[in-house]
Each structure stands twice: as C-alpha cells, then as structure tokens.
C-alpha cells in the first residue's frame, strides 16, 4: 500500500521534489534555464496541457519571487528598469499575439513558432558555447557580483548595447551599476523581447535576461535580477488567471518548489566555488539539447508519432541531469582542492 | 493537496496563488537558516575534513 503525505501518494511527492532540486541546482547557477523543463515533463507525464502549463507557470511565479528576495538582499534589482520592463514587455506581449493569431489565421502559425524557437534556443545555444570555448569568456553568465555594485567597466559593457546607450534621446535614466541609457530605448528593448514572448507563448527568461546585459548593457547579476522581479509579476498574474479555472495543481507545485528551493540554494553555493567558463559550455550544449528536444517534438507531432514526446523528454531531463551532475562534481572537487591546499599550508 | 483541489474562481484563485506565496517566503526563510546553521559541517564534510 502506497503511503499518502497531505492526500499525495509520497513517491510521487518525492519524484516531484527530486526533480525540483535538478531544476533548482540549474536555475540557482545559471540564473535561469530550469522552468523550460517542467511544463514538457508533465505533458509527457500524462497531465492535461493546462495543468501542466499552469502548474509550470506556479511554479515559475514562487521560484521568481524566492530569487528575487535573494537578488534584494544583494542589491541586485533595478525596480525602475523593471517597472519599465514590465509596461514595454505587455504591450509587446499583446501585439506579439496579435501577430500569432494572423499566422493561425493563414493555418501556418505552429511551422513559423516552431521554426524561430528552436532557432532561437540554438542560436543562443550556439553563441553561449563558441564564447565559452573559443571566444574571451565574455559572453553567457557572468557571476561577477563585484559589478552588481560598482561602476561597470566600459570594456565589458558588448558593443550593441554601447550603441544603444549611444542615442541620448531624452529623458535619460540612471540605471544600477552606473549605466546611462535612453528610457524609449528602454521600451524598444522590453517591447521588442515582448514582441517574441508573446508571438513564442514563452515567459521570455531566457530572451529577456540576454536582452537586458546585450543590448541594454545592464551588469549580468543585475539583469538576471531585474529579470527575476519582472518574472514574479507576469508569472503571478498569468498564475492567478489559470487559477481561476482550477489548472493549478498544489500537488505538483508544493513539493516541486520544496525541492527547488534547495537546489538554488545549492546552485548558488557553487557558483563562487566553480570556474564559470569550465560550465558555462555545458550550459550551451543544454540550450542546444532543448534546442534539438524541441525540433524532435514538432516532428513527433506533424508525423504523428507520439514515441517523439518522450524522446524530446529524455534529451531535455538527460542534458539538465548532465549539467547538474557536471555542476556538483566540479563544486566537490573543488572544496576538496582547497582543502587540501589549506591543509599543505598549515603544515 | 491542502483541500485546495477542487479551489478555483476568484476566491479560490487567490487562495492557491496565496498558498505559492506563501510556501515560497516560509522555504526562503527556513532554508536560509538551514544553510547557516548546517553550511559549515555540510561544507567541511564535503571538502573531505
């Protein structure tokens, strides 16, 4: 006989929490790249697309504000960015569906969405992994928490963003970490990533994060928070909506967030204990896995061939699983070297 | 879970999201004090002390 914790078979709150800690390991290191992979795993599993998109979504929104509230103790939110963010990303969202609904309109919507996100995963896929192996380390995630609070060095700030802070159209804004830039630049980029968000079905994390250090020229750890306090309010809203129609299941959300909770911490942790550019490839190689996941998927469904899902579920859960690993193994064996090395010295 | 499986309308939605919130700021809170209580023993056993 099953044993049952709150009305919830226990193995099954188990499985739930083991995975939220391989979600919230990958999520605390790289400050994003973990929610993409609940919502396909419970579709795979059997749940129906609206619980699983609005357990994802519960999900996203308690994960947000736990990251948030850490990324405040650090001083690493700019709220007026993200005010702004969040009135640019809306109104993109709204014009992006607008676009969404004339491609289903002409019956070529789910080709055109599938097509640019996987490109898009791939190409950030592909960048993040040619930076981290062959490029100056300057691209991807960065955890320079010394840049959250100072001055940012204009030799780190990429040359697209310096552009876009290059056009003084006023009024100016005066952003975290010493960045100057224009506040209509600022809705272009927040509704331009809107705009994407919107026509993908995406939160747009992982587009907007990108988006706030690339093209805004925001220091990493304060676009990554920034991000995140953006995130607790769309992922509350849209929680709250679908909430309202009964999709968001507690049982997988509870002990999915206990589990994650733990992993960020973890995740976190290990971010000052491991050398960035030796994960940062992985990470890549994730995002190109996703990539690939997602393109077997599409195939899955236009041969109608459901064997596909789970196939997609394998590559995506196998490379986080991949990544996680890489991401312990190297923080042990790092504790252990500077153990070592403080012991040989206190000989 | 919570009694909370069959919640939903404005009420209802506003008592999951509330559960969410909830949950989120007890875990931040009660794993912060784990970490500073048990990170040290935890990180010295791993470093293999």
New interface residues.
Partial sequence: MTTELLGVATPLLAMFAGFGVLIGLLFGFFGMGGSFLVTPALMVMGYRTDVAVASGLAFVFATAVIATLKHRDLGQVDYKLGVLMIAGTTAGIEVGKIGLHALQAMGIADTVVSIIYVGLLGGIGVFITYTATWGDGGGGISHDADAAHGEVDANDIPDVAKKIQSYRVPPMMELRGGVTVSLWMILVVAFATGLLSGFLGVGGGFIRMPALFYLIGVPVPIAVGTDLFEIVFSGGIGSYLYAIDGAVNLSIVVPLLAGSALGARMGAAATSLVEEDDIKVYFGVMLLLGAIAVAVRKVGDAIDMPVLDSVSLVIIVGAAMLVAGAVVVSSVREMRAESRASKSSAD | ??G???????G???L??G???V???L??VG?GAM?RLL?PTL?RA????
């Fill in positions: 879970m919570f909370l499986e069959n919640a939903s309308g404005v209802g939605a506003a999951v999201v559960v969410v919130l949950e989120a700021i875990l931040y794993y970490e990170g990180v791993l470093g293999g002390e």
